[in-house]
């Protein structure tokens, strides 16, 4: 048995913001990040199209890219405190994927952490409040997801917690919110939710539901993300669909090793963060050719180049020309090929290298990889990142 979980409602198209007023309520507490929703207007409209539907409203600001454990409990401390039946989360992957952890230590304040790190192990939800995501970047799909990640910054690590308990109730896609970003961030995301398409397409949890949500994520990204990086905003709306689609297929079918190896290198070097789609983007030329020597999944991988026109008679000249148009999408996008090319130190990452492959071996996200992988292997994976070297293994 499967199961198949989305939002119960997800509203699109520019405006539909004022949504907000129809959630039906009491109080509202809205979650944010850093300034940019408030500069732009957004916050204040969010805030008015709450009370106009009759709620009272409290702001929790400052939620940081890459979010703490700490701001998690401060942010479920201010929920305990305000009592809120609705938690609104507005902005990137980051404000709304803080809510959500911050929404199971409101309705359950002595649970630890620790506890909800186990895949699917979260108490059962909504005893108190029901929840509503806003993107304001196109690429987490996390206002459609069963996903958080949160980051443990006493150890450098990105735990993704996972269960269909946090899968918001309402998602509001609004394109207006993303007509602002600025062109990394266009890159970025859009190439995260590239891996979120291809990764649900090959997962050992694809199946019928999943499948053609991530064709059309991915023939839609191939098609609209260069125009976006642009700035043509026709092009921009249709990323931020694209990127919810791809959002429901892997929240259904989940992820791969692309993901395991960015959630545990993003924050573990001093010569620089690694932004999670960039991450995304360097790691997946070299994993499709990983996981293309398992017979299974080079089949899908060449389905996805036949479905997106690309050339090839051949299943490994499919996969090659996959991988060559990733390969040309970051070249484009200002997007490194390696992670010496985006500066991370030698001697450091040679130094941390056992120990971040066995932590990417023991991600939620390696389980459903459909080609398996032990710490030996992942390493020399991580070298061929590195270095751009080929995967001959």
């Given at each position: 048995m499967a199961r198949f979980t989305l939002p119960r409602d997800i509203y699109h198209g520019k405006g539909c913001l004022e949504e907000l007023k129809n959630l039906g309520g009491k109080k509202a507490i809205l979650v944010v990040g850093g300034g940019s929703m408030k500069r732009q207007g957004f916050l204040d409209k969010a805030v008015s199209y709450l009370k106009e539907g009759g709620m009272e409203v409290e702001v929790f600001e400052g939620v940081e890219p890459d979010p703490s454990v700490e701001t998690v409990m401060r942010g479920a401390q201010a929920m305990r405190r305000f009592e809120p039946d609705w938690i609104v989360s507005m902005g990137g992957g980051s404000p709304i994927d803080a809510a959500k952890a911050m929404w199971a230590f409101y309705e359950y304040p002595e649970i630890k952490f620790e506890d909800l790190i186990t895949p699917f192990g979260f108490p059962e939800l909504r005893q108190k409040a029901r929840f509503a995501a806003i993107p304001s970047t196109s690429g987490t799909a996390t206002e459609v997801t069963a996903f958080s990640v949160i980051t443990d910054y006493s150890t450098g690590v990105k735990?993704?917690?996972?269960?269909?308990?946090?899968?918001?109730?309402?998602?509001?896609?609004?394109?207006?919110?993303?007509?602002?970003?600025?062109?990394?961030?266009?890159?970025?995301?859009?190439m995260d939710a590239l891996t979120h398409a291809i990764e649900a397409y090959v997962s050992t949890l694809n199946g019928p539901f999943t499948d053609p949500l991530a064709l059309q994520a991915i023939e839609m990204v191939l098609d609209y993300l260069p125009a976006s990086y642009n700035g043509n905003m026709d092009a921009r709306e249709q990323m931020h669909y694209a990127q919810c689609l791809a959002g429901m297929a892997f929240s259904n079918a989940l992820l791969g090793i692309v993901?395991?190896?960015?959630?545990?290198?993003?924050?573990?070097?001093?010569?620089?963060?690694?932004?999670?789609?960039?991450?995304?983007?360097?790691?997946?030329?070299?994993?499709?050719?990983?996981?293309?020597?398992?017979?299974?999944?080079?089949?899908?991988?060449?389905?996805?180049?036949?479905?997106?026109?690309?050339?090839?008679?051949?299943?490994?000249?499919?996969?090659?020309?996959?991988?060559?148009?990733?390969?040309?999408?970051?070249?484009?996008?200002?997007?490194?090929?390696?992670?010496?090319?985006?500066?991370?130190?030698?001697?450091?990452?040679?130094?941390?290298?056992?120990?971040?492959?066995?932590?990417?071996?023991?991600?939620?996200?390696?389980?459903?990889?459909?080609?398996?992988?032990?710490?030996?292997?992942?390493?020399?994976?991580?070298?061929?990142?590195?270095?751009?070297?080929?995967?001959d293994f």
């Open positions: 735990y993704p917690l996972a269960d269909f308990n946090i899968t918001p109730d309402v998602a509001i896609v609004d394109p207006e919110l993303v007509a602002g970003l600025p062109v990394k961030q266009v890159a970025y995301t859009g993901h395991s190896m960015a959630h545990k290198t993003g924050a573990a070097f001093s010569t620089g963060h690694i932004p999670h789609g960039c991450a995304n983007a360097i790691y997946l030329p070299y994993v499709i050719r990983y996981n293309a020597k398992d017979s299974t999944a080079a089949s899908r991988y060449a389905e996805i180049a036949r479905r997106m026109g690309l050339a090839g008679a051949s299943e490994t000249a499919l996969v090659n020309s996959l991988c060559e148009k990733i390969s040309e999408f970051n070249s484009r996008l200002g997007i490194p090929a390696t992670l010496a090319e985006f500066g991370i130190d030698e001697k450091e990452f040679n130094e941390k290298l056992d120990k971040i492959a066995e932590l990417a071996v023991g991600d939620a996200c390696t389980g459903s990889n459909p080609r398996a992988i032990d710490p030996a292997a992942m390493a020399k994976l991580f070298k061929c990142t590195y270095y751009g070297t080929e995967v």
